[in-house]
């Protein structure tokens, strides 16, 4: 069965620095993707980055980026530039390609700015 | 569009008790789905659906049922509500699967007691 890990359960880092959150997943599966969806107080739930097994380039998007790291199964995000406004739990989640059914998230990661 | 709306924002019930948690949509996505977050944990499926007509069962499915009679409704029943179903429970929907975004609501807050 496919598991999700975010092994830093809280994380701090000072406005402005940079930080990594850790994602590793467990799967049999060659097809697949992985999210990291951000939850503010506010308990919504919204997507930072994506990215598919298949491509072998990280995605980016603006501050945020990934190292995928498909044969070690690892994960990561990267913050840039970190703002008040990025204090959130942060979830890694893993969807199969071939399941519907098959959408996973981590335990989460509290992320704390310290200003 | 307001996208993904729930309803109730909280409720309380009695053991045995029923309820209907409401979710709608207005974005015409094919796809709608139920989780459930209990404390310190991440979100765990309980149901999907991948079109009017169309459920499946996810991780979590015991205890819960849903329909889906429109696009943009898909409902979900408690039925004899127990303490272990005391949870924040969201709903999301995305036009097709894969890598396309889900769209959350604002989760419902559920106290069974």
């Known amino acids: 069965a496919q598991t999700v890990t975010q092994s830093q359960p809280e994380m701090s880092v000072q406005e402005a620095e940079t930080v990594t959150l850790s994602c590793t997943y467990d799967t049999s599966e060659s097809d697949y993707y992985l999210f990291w969806y951000k939850q503010p107080p506010s308990r919504q739930m919204i997507l930072v980055i994506r990215?598919?097994?298949?491509?072998?380039q990280n995605a980016t998007e603006n501050r945020f980026s990934v190292n995928f790291q498909k044969a070690a199964k690892s994960f990561s995000l990267k913050i840039s530039d970190s703002q008040l406004g990025d204090a959130a739990m942060y979830f890694c989640?893993?969807?199969?390609?071939?399941?519907?059914?098959?959408?996973?998230f981590g335990k989460g990661t509290r992320l704390h700015i310290l200003p | 569009n307001a996208g993904v709306t729930q309803t109730p924002k909280f409720r309380i019930l009695k053991i045995g008790q029923s309820m209907t948690l409401q979710c709608t949509q207005d974005?015409?996505?094919?796809?709608m789905y139920w989780y459930r977050q209990d404390p310190g944990m991440g979100l765990k499926l309980i149901y999907y659906?991948?079109?009017?007509?169309?459920?499946d069962k996810g991780e979590v499915p015991n205890g819960y049922n849903v329909s889906r009679s429109t696009t943009e409704d898909f409902p979900l029943r408690l039925e004899l509500a127990a303490p272990s179903q005391t949870s924040v429970y969201f709903c999301?929907?995305?036009?097709?699967?894969?890598?396309?975004?889900?769209?959350f609501g604002p989760g419902t807050r559920l106290t069974v007691l």
């Open positions: 990215q598919e097994a298949y491509k072998q």
């Open positions: 999301a929907s995305s036009k097709t699967t894969g890598t396309d975004t889900q769209y």
């Open positions: 974005m015409n996505h094919n796809y």
């Open positions: 659906s991948v079109g009017a007509g169309i459920t």
């Open positions: 989640a893993y969807r199969s390609a071939n399941r519907d059914d098959k959408i996973i």
